[in-house]
């Protein structure tokens, strides 16, 4: 039995939520939690007694994992007793637990300690099904951070060109469903569209899924032509909850549909769309500058040269974006070979081990390790803040993912972001002294281990 014992202390912070006009919504959208989690369990407490004045400490047996498994089946938890000025304003919940009682935990890993969000819970339930691997290896096409703006909401309604709402042109509704109860149901997903002046129905589709428990999930998808200007109320009712919108619809005087020409692609980028949905002119293709990912609108014949050249590139890269999983000091076994195969959470992956160490990486280092690319543009990065290294790593089905780099910023302006900090050798026990990130992507997954001044590859089997 393996048991792990970091801390795990649970968040009070209450992030800055959207008003909606809505019934029996939940205050996060499911979606949320999951994906602003690096963890998430249902585990049974085994222990419990005093760690402190104001805290427990728990055992707790791992039940099921429904998010990044861990090779432990048994955690050791440090909580805060009942805060009850938050219980009673319901911003908070009771986070004592019982012997025996089971627990939904979802875990926020930070400097090597797991974190409890304020919204894991008590449940007299598990997934029925379990979720198997292929269940849990998904991503959703929005973001849904803490931090992404605009705020994430599983209804999106848009038409061809962003923010611009016609008549006679038609307005696509999507619903991102998720079920939240612990066995398999059928769901009916209800699309509302009224006339917000005198409440007349417009439209009424009702469509049905089929979801997996815990975790089940599914984009729901309709469409709605108006044929009059005006505001309109757009309404989808799922499990019980009500979730809605309104869009100002304009009259569409020229009688041009959606093919209109869109603004620049700097306007358009300024206006707040993301640089992946720019619109470009008919007959033009988006690229994106190599340098600093600025959105261009080229001719295609043009694209293979400016691409072969270095000068620009076909996908866009979120250049502060995390990897699936990060792990610190987290002693895998095979962690000291130089090439093999390893296993990580019950993954295999090839490993191989780069002649150079992790302070003298040559700028523009790139290896193909197992049909993946893996390329450090700057090489080694000595800050104030510590040692860091970019990393690109390119897939074989053409998508990247990169980590720091200099990214374009909302005002036209560009930023340096910085990439995986390279971990010390020295310093106090609780110094981090390994780091291994791993993929979003994940056929193949890959990533790379910093340990002991060496940078391993990793791609999985």
Do not use: H, K, M, R
């Given at each position: 039995m393996k048991i792990l014992y970091p801390m795990i202390l649970f968040l009070a912070v209450m992030p800055c939520l959207i008003t909606l006009h809505a019934y029996g919504i939940p205050p996060i959208a499911p979606q949320v939690e999951y994906f602003n989690s690096d963890t998430v369990l249902i585990g049974k407490v085994l222990t419990a007694e005093p760690y402190?004045?104001?805290q427990m400490k728990y055992h707790i047996q791992v039940e099921q994992y429904l998010k990044n498994p861990q090779t432990q089946d048994i955690i050791t938890v440090i909580a805060d007793g009942t805060n009850k000025t938050l219980v009673e304003r319901g911003l908070a919940p009771d986070t004592v637990y019982d012997v025996g009682q089971n627990a939904l935990l979802y875990l926020k890993n930070e400097n090597g300690n797991y974190v409890a969000w304020y919204f894991s819970h008590s449940t007299d339930s598990l997934c029925d099904p379990a979720p198997t691997k292929d269940d849990l290896n998904f991503?959703?096409?929005q973001d849904t951070r803490f931090s992404a703006l605009p705020a994430y909401s599983p209804l999106r309604v848009e038409t061809g060109i962003p923010n611009l709402f016609r008549v006679d042109?038609?307005?696509?509704m999507h619903y991102d469903t998720w079920n939240r109860h612990f066995t398999t149901k059928t769901f009916d997903v209800?699309?509302?569209?009224k006339n917000e002046t005198n409440g007349e129905l417009l439209s009424n589709v009702t469509k049905q899924v089929e979801l997996k428990p815990c975790i089940g999930h599914q984009t729901v998808d309709t469409s709605f032509i108006p044929k009059k200007a005006g505001t309109y109320e757009i309404d989808v009712i799922f499990d019980n909850s009500l979730l809605g919108t309104t869009v100002e619809v304009e009259h569409n005087v020229s009688g041009v549909k959606l093919e209109a020409v869109p603004l620049s692609p700097m306007q358009q980028f300024k206006e707040g769309i993301k640089p992946e949905y720019v619109t470009c002119w008919k007959g033009l293709q988006l690229i994106f500058k190599a340098e600093d990912q600025t959105p261009i609108c080229v001719k295609p014949d043009n694209v293979k040269k400016l691409v072969s050249r270095g000068w620009a590139i076909l996908h866009y890269h979120d250049p502060a974006a995390k990897p699936k999983i990060t792990l610190y000091d987290y002693s895998y076994d095979g962690i000291d070979k130089d090439n093999g195969t390893v296993s990580i959470n019950d993954q295999t992956y090839y490993q191989t081990t780069l002649s150079y160490s992790?302070?003298?990486l040559p700028k523009r280092t790139s290896v193909s390790f197992q049909n993946v690319t893996f390329a450090f543009p700057q090489?080694?990065?000595s800050t104030p803040g510590g040692g860091f290294l970019m990393l690109d790593m390119t897939f074989p089905d053409g998508s990247e993912e990169i980590y720091g780099g200099k990214a374009l910023v909302q005002n036209g302006s560009a930023t340096e972001i910085s990439g995986i900090q390279i971990p010390t050798q020295y310093g106090p026990h609780l110094a981090v002294n390994?780091?291994?990130?791993l993929s979003s992507h994940t056929i193949p997954q890959a990533g790379i281990t910093i340990c002991h001044d060496n940078i391993k590859l990793l791609v999985s089997k």
């Open positions: 402190s004045p104001t991503s959703l096409s042109d038609t307005i696509l209800e699309f509302d569209v992790a302070y003298n090489g080694s990065l390994s780091v291994t990130v």
